[in-house]
């Protein structure tokens, strides 16, 4: 019989969902020692997280996350709202001895980041941040390429994150899920929003950056912030783009922008080896593209039979897919919230720590300073 995991929900909004969903479905699909209950849900909105505690079926709602940090039946305070919230909730729950689950970017800048990791440190509590795009299995495959040493020596790492939606210029700033927009709110544009998510899929399967030089664009300067109602000036990046240095020897580009009209949520990376490459598309999850020159033993694929191949990751044997349905069946976004949450209570049931935690969202964070840092000036910045 699994343990039961009392969770603390705060938000209701986009990452509420799924993590509600994941802790609703975690049990089905894995075998676990622990099994999470919906406790309490926590928002300033009364009515909204009343609404949200039915649909999902939390037993309780607060409205202020200190009064949920100091309820003795919480084990796990998870922060999904927006990112100028993280560090002070996220530093309250550690010193309270709560289990925290944080959405990214961990922190507004590395100030903060590097407490946050001090605090959950010297706590000792569990902690993870929800890069969801590792649980990707077709990422994990990517991850078990590397690791099989089928890439070989690695010369480039090519990163693209591609939104659209705030192209309009009547967009406004600040309110729900606008917050984006607003510097206040969110730190940065699409660097922390959207390169977090790329550097951390980077340093997961390439190891560390040492040095970046970075250009940002705003491209609408002034927009109207809802809460004060008159226009103001855009502190985000619209779009930012890096070169960067590996500690291995490899180089990389990164590009991400708000701004690539039809792109969505255009996520992809390119890897190339001396051995092979392999390419991700976020918008076709279940396919990883992988091109073998060398396998590891060190023969050569036969030249008639070179070519870029691409993996339905939907086998057995492929990370996570033994969880789901029968071969060929493709899973999707949320369950990589699932399969997260999944790695998360298997440490737990293990006294294990799992990653990514803060320590790895730090590094992501002081990667993320160093680009707009030289943004500024477009010279090269080490990452310390
Ligand atoms: N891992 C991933 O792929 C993704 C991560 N994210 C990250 O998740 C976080 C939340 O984003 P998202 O879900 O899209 O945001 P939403 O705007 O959809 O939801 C934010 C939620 O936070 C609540 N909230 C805001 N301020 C407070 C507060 N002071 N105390 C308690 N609750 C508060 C809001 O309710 P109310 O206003 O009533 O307080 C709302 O329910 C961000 O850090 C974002 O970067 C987002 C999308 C994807
Ligand atoms: O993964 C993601 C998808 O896009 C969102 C923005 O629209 C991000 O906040 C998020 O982290």
């Known amino acids: 019989m699994p343990k039961p995991l009392n969770i603390g929900m705060i938000g209701y909004g986009f990452m509420g969902r799924t993590h509600s969903n994941a802790y609703r479905k975690v049990n089905n699909f894995f075998d676990l020692g622990h099994k999470p209950v919906l406790k309490a849900c926590c928002a300033r909105s009364e009515d909204k997280a009343k609404a949200f505690a039915d649909q999902w079926g939390y037993e309780s709602i607060e409205t202020d996350w200190r009064k949920l940090i100091e309820r003795k039946d919480i084990d796990v305070i998870d922060i999904g709202s927006p ?38 440190k010297k706590a000792g509590v569990p902690n993870m941040v929800w890069f969801n795009y590792r649980r990707v299995p077709a990422i994990s495959l990517a991850k078990q390429i590397v690791d099989e040493g089928r890439i ?11 939104q659209d939606w705030t192209i309009a210029e009547d967009v406004p700033q600040g309110g729900a899920a606008l917050w984006r927009l607003d510097a206040a709110v969110a730190g940065s544009g699409v660097t922390g929003d959207l390169l977090a998510h790329s550097i951390d899929t980077a340093y ?13 664009e705003t491209f609408v300067k002034e927009r109207v912030h809802q809460e004060t109602g008159k226009k103001e000036a855009v502190k985000i990046d619209d779009a930012c783009m890096f070169l960067a240095k590996f500690a291995n020897g490899s180089i990389g580009t990164f590009e991400s922008t708000r701004y690539a009209r039809g792109r969505k949520n255009y996520n992809t990376f390119e890897l190339d080896g001396e051995a092979g490459s392999v390419f991700f598309n976020l918008e076709d999850p ?38 789901w349905w029968v071969p060929g ?53 080490k990452i310390g």
């Open 83 to 120: 990112n100028n919230t993280h560090f002070e909730i996220a530093t309250a729950a550690a010193e309270a001895g709560k289990m925290i689950l944080c959405e990214k970017p961990l922190a507004m800048n590395v100030a903060e980041a590097q407490k946050m990791v001090e605090t959950v």
């Open 152 to 162: 070989g020596r690695p010369f480039h790492y090519r990163a693209t994150y591609l």
């Open 204 to 216: 997961w399967l390439n190891g560390p950056i040492t040095e970046v030089t970075a250009a940002t």
């Open 286 to 323: 279940q396919l990883l593209s992988f091109f073998e020159y060398r396998n590891p033993e060190g023969q050569k694929t036969p030249s008639h039979l070179t070519g870029w191949r691409d993996i339905h990751v939907t086998n057995s044997e492929h990370p996570y897919m033994d969880k």
């Open 329 to 381: 069946c493709t899973i999707g976004y949320e369950h990589t919230f699932i399969n997260a949450l999944a790695d998360f209570i298997g440490g737990l049931d293990k006294g294990e720590p799992v990653k990514p935690d803060f320590e790895d969202a730090l590094y992501t964070q002081k990667v993320c300073d160093a680009v707009l840092e030289s943004a500024k000036d477009g010279q090269w910045k």
